[in-house]
Structures are given as C-alpha cells and as structure tokens.
C-alpha cells in the first residue's frame, strides 16, 4: 500500500513574508504607528564571532597563563586634556541616561564601574547626584537635546562627551515617552510631565566640523582645559567621521556600532541605519592612522560587545577601549530568567525583553515607576556588575597571553583571521587558513 | 575697572583669570578691548562680575554664563550666551545665529538683530531682540519667553513646547504645532515687565502671543502630518 498522493501542496511559508513581516504588517494596519523599542538590532550580522585568534605556536611565543604580567590599564585624553582618565580597564560603561534608567540603575552602574577602576557616562537627561557620588570617573555627554546642561556639572564631570550620534540611530534623536516623564525627569529636563519627549538630532548651536571646532574649544574654555573631550559617533563613515572628529580636536572618539543598544528608537531605524562595528573599527583606525593619531586620540568602540573575546578582537583591530551598554544593563539584572512570569505578563519572555521605553520593567531597571525601581537594590546590581566586567577583563588577558601579549593593547590585527568572507573583508584580516584580504589591494 | 587688551593677552589667560575670581570678589568691573572675533570670549563665567567689550566677539560669547553681566559694544557670532544660566548679556549690535540656544535662565538682550534660531531649544531664558529673527527662531523652545519688537522668519516656534513668545511684527510662518494665543492681561504684565527689565521701549499692547497648541505631545497617528 503506497501513501495517498497530497492533491494539495502544504501549506508553505514564505522566506520574503516570513512570520515576522506578516505580524508587522498586521500590527501597523491595527495600530497606524511604527515598532518602538529598546535594546539594540536583533537581525543576524557579521560581528565578533565571525572572527577568531590565532593563539601562539611554534612561530609565536604565549605568557604564561596565570604568572606573566598582561597590563589592562588605559589612558584616555592624552592629546590636549590636563587630566587624562586613568582607568584600569579598558572595558567603559556607556552613557544611558537617567530616564531611560532609574537612579537605583544609574547608581548601581557608578559603582560596578568604581569597583572596578573605570569610567561611566551620563546620559540624555542630565547627571544626577546619586551618579556623580558613585562614580569615581563619569563621563558627562553634551547632547543635542542639551537636557539638564549646566556648567556646574560640566566642572564636576571627569570628562565631556559630545554626542553626535549612536550606533542604534545615526542621524535620530532621542525619544523618552510620556510614562516615563516622572516629575523629576520632568524637572531635569525643563519639561511638562507625562508628554512624549523627543530630543532633537542635530546641535542646537553648531553644524558641520568648523564649527564643532569651536564648540569643543568653547567646552576646554569653561573647564579651563582640564577635562578630556570625547567626540560619540554612530558608525555610519566611520573613517570620514573619525578624520573629522580628530580634525575638530577630540581627544577621544568613540565609535557605537549598530549593534549598539537604546533605550527607544523605532524598530526601523535599529534595523535598517548604520553599519556593524565589525565593518567600522578598521576605517576608524585608518583614519587615526593617516592622521598620525592612532594611540595618540584614543577610540573608544561599542555595540554589541559581549564577552572578553569581543574586547579582545576589538582591541586588537585597533581600538584603545570598548564601552558596553546592553551587557551592563542585563549584568545589573535585566532580562532575569527568575523574572519570566512578569515578562510573560507583559508578552514578553526573559532573554527578548526589549520594552524599556514603557518604564514597566519588571526588573526595575529601565523604568521611573518608584515601586519597580526600588526592587533593584544598587549595591548587589553594583556588585554584579562588577563581577561581570572583572570577567570580560580576565578574558580579554587570557586571549592575549595566549597570543603572547604584555598588554591587552599590544594585539594587533595579526593575530586574527576571519571565518567568513564579508567578515575578512570587513575587518581586513585573512580568511582562516588562506593569506586572503578581500578588498586589499 | 580693570581692562584687558586681547591683541597682547590670549583668550585662555583671559578667560582662567575670570573663572579664578571668587563670589566675593572685589574685581567686579571688567573691560576687554580688541577681541576681533576671539570666540569662547568670557565663556562660563561663575560670579557676579561685569564685563564690557568693547568689539565684536566670534562664536559661544558668554556662553553658559552664570551671575556675570556681559555687555558687548558689537556685534556677536553664533551661539551668543548658549545655555545661560543666569546674569545678563547685552549686545548692542546684532547677533548671529542661535543666539542665547538652550538657555536656561537670566536675560539675554540683543539691541539689534538676532540670526536663524534664536532662542533654539531655550529652557527658562528670557530673551528680548529689539531687532528681527530668523527662520527657525524658538524652535522646540521647552521653557522661557522670547520677545521680537521685529519681524520674525520662517517655522517660527516649531515644535514648541512651554515657552511664550511675543512678536511686535510680522511672523512670516509659524512651525509645527505653535499657534497664536491670546495676550491676556495676565500675559501683558509679563511682556511689559519684561520690556522694562530689558531697557526696550516698545508698547506691549502692539504685540500678539505665540505659543504651543499642545497637539503633539503625545504621539496620535492622525497627526502624522505634523512630524
Ligand atoms: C537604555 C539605554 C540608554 C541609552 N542612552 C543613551 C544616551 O543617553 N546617550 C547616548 O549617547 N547613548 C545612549 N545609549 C547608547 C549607549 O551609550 C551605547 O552606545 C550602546 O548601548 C552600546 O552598545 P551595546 O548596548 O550593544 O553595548 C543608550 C543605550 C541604552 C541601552
């Protein structure tokens, strides 16, 4: 007895209108607006992963492994700053701002990067008292919103950061909805409560490199030249950005790939605008280099950065430093597996919670409702973090003494190779096995 | 009145010895001459001081400036008193572009005209330009007033929030979500308080009342539009 010949085809999904597309197109026809979230792209890209160490052999010679002595430290600002940050590892936590995160966050943040000898940053909302206390060194950004700017804090700060992009939104502004307008954010930032906020995507008071010349040199005047001056792009043209950034007189630039995380953009610009950070770390440098600037103008890289490798592969094509935002975030407890009834509640599951804009997070750390916030418990979420960048930090090391380095920053391009064809082309080091660059002429 | 002369001192020497003074200072009169487009020219000044320039200064003049009282006897460039906090800073010529942008609180007064985007983003200052602005004046203005005893350009307002403005002339078109209001009596007091308190001499019953019609403060899709 055969099987009965099917007289209709199964039914059969398409690869173009996959089940994604399809529930988008219902969702947008049923609600008349775009995906808002957070967190950074979620689509498959080529990244770290796609690259790999080569380790030493009988050409290389390791340290060994627990014994010799593999520095981590970084100086951030040499070019003009009189005071340089001194941080003791090259890992940074990015700047997210009070709003897009509770005090309770931005607290425990201070002091997992205190503990452990490095910077945080503020964020698209000012600084806050609490964040100033609890961080050692903080980073203090100039946005184009401008919210809660004030020379004050700009004396107090360690270092400024002018931001003109990020790698979750090249070319956007910032977006704080209404329910997550509590009246002090409200305050902080000269606004009603309750209204969708939306900061703007381009200074208010400069256009264009001359300009920011300017502006950066009007920042060294306030500070009396003490501070350094970070300059954030998102990874668009990453080796014109860059060239641009050094030119107006950055003493850092930090790169944030699309990878890179945020608090609320829509889903259509998180997927669709800027370029891996796998394909922007080698222009970045190459611009530094042409410039005579590399190691000189320190870069910062982000945007997806996971574990020690990502920092290691990151250094090793060049950067000086990574900053890391998302990472941070679930280190401090966010997307918490023992929180799944919670995010179920809210049609989510642990692991894709990306709802910060809604300042319901159940883990209260993307939320200004005072009731979810204070189940975080600052000094415990601090303690995590610390922890955490403690391992990225011994992983990176184990990398690079496998790989035979005193110095995390004494990696180079050299001792990678790439796993596939776009990343080789990407991050210009050979495929694996073969003496091939795409693209290198 | 202590003077400085910018063709012999740099902006730098000039600038650290301002901030150096305390808020007691018995130093409290300053005049710099030659500043011959100098920018960041008396930049975060942090007591109550007052400077006068005599010249015209280039970019971020008095820019986030707090308690001082600047005065310049010029014309300024862009950025003029950006994110003021407090004090006053008057300028007796014109000003150029996104004049007195973000500022969050004193009296920025400019005798003659301001540039584009006067009052960009301004949160808590108060501005008064006795002459005309430009296109993009006030745009997401969040808190403050902006007086115009001119004529106003393109997109005035747009996207405001909470600020007041006054215009005496003509408004050649107003942005997204800014309307005309009604110039209460309440709203007079406040413009003519804030004439007097800027040395302008106009008549605030000539002027009419701008503001937000509130309408995109929260997202609604059939205001697509207006994005
Ligand atoms: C919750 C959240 C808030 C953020 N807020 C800001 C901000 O205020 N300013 C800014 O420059 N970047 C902001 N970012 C971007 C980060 O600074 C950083 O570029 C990014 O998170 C790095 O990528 P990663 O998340 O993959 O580590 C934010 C990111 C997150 C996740």
Redesign the pocket.
Known sequence: MSAPIPVRTPPRRSATFDEHSIAEIQRAAATGIYDIR???TKRKLPHFDDLLFLGASVSRYPLEGYREKCATDVVLGTRFAKKPLHLKTPVTI????F???SGQAKEALGRGATAMGTST?????GMTPEERESSKTLVY?L?PSRYGMNPDDLRKADAV?I?VG???KPGGG?MLLGQKISARVAAMRNLPQGIDQRSACRHPDWTGPDDLTIKIQEIREITDWEKPIYV?VGATRPYFDIALAVKSGADVV?L??M?????ATQEVFIEHVGIPILAAIRPAVQALQDLDMHRKVQLIV?????NGADVAKALALGADAV???????VALGDNDPKLETEYQALGSTAGCYDD?HEGRDPAGI?TQDPELAARLDPVKAGRRLANYLAVLTMEAQIIARACGKSHLHNLEPDDLVALTVESAAMARVPLAGTSWIPGAI | MITVDLAETSVRDLNQRLHKLPKDTNERAWRVVNPKGAHALVAGLDAPIEVTIDGHPGYYCAGMNKEATVIVNGHCGVGLAENMMSGEVRVKGNASDAAGATGRGGLLVVEGDAGLRCGISMKGIDIVVAGSVGHMSAFMAQTGSLVVCGDVGSSFGDSIYEARLYVQGKVESLGADCIEKKMTPHHLAKLEKLLKRAGIEADARRFRRYGSARRLYNFHVDNVDAY
């Open positions: 957070g967190a950074g990015a700047g997210m701002s709003g897009a995160l940053t503020t964020g698209d909302g950004q946005l950061e931001v990020q790698g979750a910032g954030k930090v944030d790939g990878q890179g995380g945020t608090a982000s945007g997806g950065i996971r900053a890391i935002g998302t990472a941070a975030l910060w993307t």
